[in-house]
Nanobody, 125 residues
Framework: QEHLVESGGGSVQAGGSLRLSCAASGSTSSPVCMAWFRQVPGKSREGIAV????????KYADSVKGRFTISRDNAINMLYLQMDNLKPEDTALYYC??????????????????WGQGIQVTVST
């Protein structure tokens, strides 16, 4: 069974950068998609970036397009999220996720079956 563990969160001032990492283990093959989601209390989980490991295709939510970059190192089963020009509204619990079905590219949380435990990102003014 695939296991995902996030790292790299923390606190940063607005305009700063952070890089999140997600280590994947326990699977003998690559998932169809890997993605980053985020959630704030009282709101639904938001899909912000997805990547297809096989061909490198990516897709971003409008809220992070041009500021965040998703990438994956297939050789070491790592997923990354480079976050630049961070804003206070980026404050959230961030999760990495994976799925093996083609529909995962729609970036809906209900599609993904494997999740990390989440990591906090706090952006202050």
């Amino acid at each position: 069974q695939e296991h995902l563990v996030e790292s790299g969160g923390g606190s940063v001032q607005a305009g700063g950068s952070l890089r999140l990492s997600c280590a994947a283990s326990g699977s003998t093959s690559s998932p169809v998609c890997m993605a980053w989601f985020r959630q704030v209390p009282g709101k639904s989980r938001e899909g912000i970036a997805v990547i297809v490991p096989r061909d490198g295709n990516t897709k971003y939510a409008d809220s992070v397009k041009g500021r965040f970059t998703i990438s994956r190192d297939n050789a070491i089963n790592m997923l990354y999220l480079q976050m630049d020009n961070l804003k206070p509204e980026d404050t959230a619990l961030y999760y990495c996720a994976a799925d093996r079905r083609p529909a995962c590219y729609n970036l809906r949380s209900s599609t993904f079956t494997t999740w990390g435990q989440g990591i906090q990102v706090t952006v202050s003014t």
